[in-house]
């Protein structure tokens, strides 16, 4: 039997980028968060991320973010889908929690040097 495909989607809140990893003053929570999706993907879980400000219709087009948005806002954001269903809202996990949640080996992460995405430092 084909083990089932794991996908988290990331529902973020508008950003000046993709990842919000950009800017003079980057969130480091934002940095070590993008690593930590890159580290899903090497373990075969299918990474889908949203920007509000990029990809609005995403938003429009899930009906679990939407009715997650209507009841609670834009706090709500972001919202972290785990297979379809609301994982979290508001925050970001960390790599332990994602791990926890595919039943993975948490590694430890590594400390992750935030740079800018928009190229000229500001966006």
Request: include cysteine; charged fraction near 15%; glycine fraction near 8%.
């Amino acid at each position: 039997m084909k083990p089932t495909t794991q996908t988290i989607q990331v529902f973020d809140p508008a950003m000046c980028c993709s990842t919000g990893v950009c800017g003079p003053d980057v969130d480091t929570k934002l940095v070590q968060f993008a690593a930590d999706l890159d580290w899903l993907k090497t373990q075969a879980v299918i990474v889908q991320r949203h920007n509000l400000s990029q990809n609005p219709a995403a938003f429009v087009e899930n009906p679990t973010v939407q009715s997650t948005l209507m009841e609670k806002g834009e706090a709500a954001l972001p919202v972290i889908l785990l297979n379809g269903k609301v994982a979290a809202t508001g925050r970001y996990p960390d790599r332990a929690e994602l791990a926890g949640w595919f039943n993975l080996k948490s590694t430890a992460s590594a400390s992750v040097k935030s740079s800018c995405c928009c190229g000229g430092g500001t966006c």
